[in-house]
Structures are given as C-alpha cells and as structure tokens.
C-alpha cells in the first residue's frame, strides 16, 4: 500500500467551478501536512500546510482529519491558471513523501 | 528566500555513460539532501537523503552503488548516475533543508538516456 494516495484524475472542470480533492495518508506518524502544485516539467511548489482546525488561503480550504487520516484541498472559483497536479504531501521521519499527485484541468 | 540551483536542467546521454547532477543552495547551508526521481505522469519517490559529511542513506530498491551521492559540502550535494540505461530516463530533482529553512527545491534534472 502507498504511503500516500491520491485519485489521479484527471479532474476537467469549467473557470468558476469548485473543486475538492481527497488525500488518505497509511503511516499514524506521519508529522506535517501539505498540499504542493506541480505544473508540467517543472519542480513541485508549495502551496499550504494543511491543519487539523482547517486553514484557508484566498480560494483554497485545506482540512486534515487526523482520527480516519484523510486531507482535502478545495479550490472555489476555478481559474484557467490553476490546471496543474495537486500533490498531497506528508512528512514522516524527516522525509517529505509525496502522493500520487491529482491532475486538474480547468477549461474556459 | 531559499534557493537550490540545480543543473543542468536537462541531459541526454548515450547508454552506458554516467551523468552527475548537482545542486547548490545559493543562500543557506543545507544540512540535508533529498533526492528524488519522477517518472512520468508518477509521483516523485524519494531515493536518498543525504546529511553533509556523512554517506546517504538509500530508500529500498535503489542501487546505491548506481546512484552515487556526495554531499562534501554544506552548500553541494551531486547524484551521479553511473552507467546509464534508458530505464534511467525520468526527472531527477533534489530538496535541500538547512537550519531555519525549510524544503526548498531544486528546478529539478530531466534525464534521457539513448
């Protein structure tokens, strides 16, 4: 079983839509939490922490359950700019280890 | 902020050559090294993490005796990937972290051996 699991979409969703994206993670230990965005050929950036209370930044709302270890990413208002891979990112042991990664693409 | 410059950004080889990699943070002393490879349309695994001075510590599966990472350094860290295949072809990126500083990136290494 993988560390972390993702649904690989892709997702194809008209600007403006919302958009929720589900993360399970294996390992009880696991530390912190992310949410990094990876557009094509191009190195992962951070884009939230992710909280057990929930945390919101602009369009974004992360949430960590951590009792059934699942993580949400949910993007209001979709724009153009935010089609790339969503990874889901755990910290275990000192290590950041990636999931799956979810496709988004956003279409006019 | 952190910076890691990474290069070269891409590279095609013929089989059976090797290619280093390397990676330096421009601004901070990075105490770890993290290497990753991604295949395509794949997550990026973690192959070693390295701490400076010390020898790598290898995820299970990868060849460290095909993968050779030095970290001499506090400021470099390279992967040399020796005796290269086509299997061998995917995106190599590393991650740095130094004392106050986080995980920062390298713009990451897209590898083609032929």
Known sequence: RKEVEQDPGPFNVPEGATVAFNCTYSNSASQSFFWYRQDCRKEPKLLMSVYSSGNEDGRFTAQLNRASQYISLLIRDSKLSDSATYLCVVILTDKLIFGTGTRLQVFP | ?114
């Open chain 2, 1 to 114: 902020g952190a910076v890691v410059s990474q290069h070269p950004s891409w590279v095609i080889c013929k089989s059976g050559t090797s290619v280093k990699i390397e990676c330096r943070s421009l601004d901070f002393q990075a105490t770890t090294m993290f290497w990753y490879r991604q295949f395509p349309k794949q997550s990026l695994m973690l192959m070693a993490t390295s701490n400076e001075g010390s020898k790598a510590t290898y995820e299970q599966g990868v060849e460290k005796d095909k993968f050779l990472i030095n970290h001499a350094s506090l400021t470099l860290s390279t992967l040399t990937v020796t005796s290269a295949h086509p299997e061998d072809s995917s995106f190599y990126i590393c991650s740095a972290r130094g004392r106050g500083y986080g995980y920062t990136f390298g713009s990451g290494t897209r590898l083609t051996v032929v």
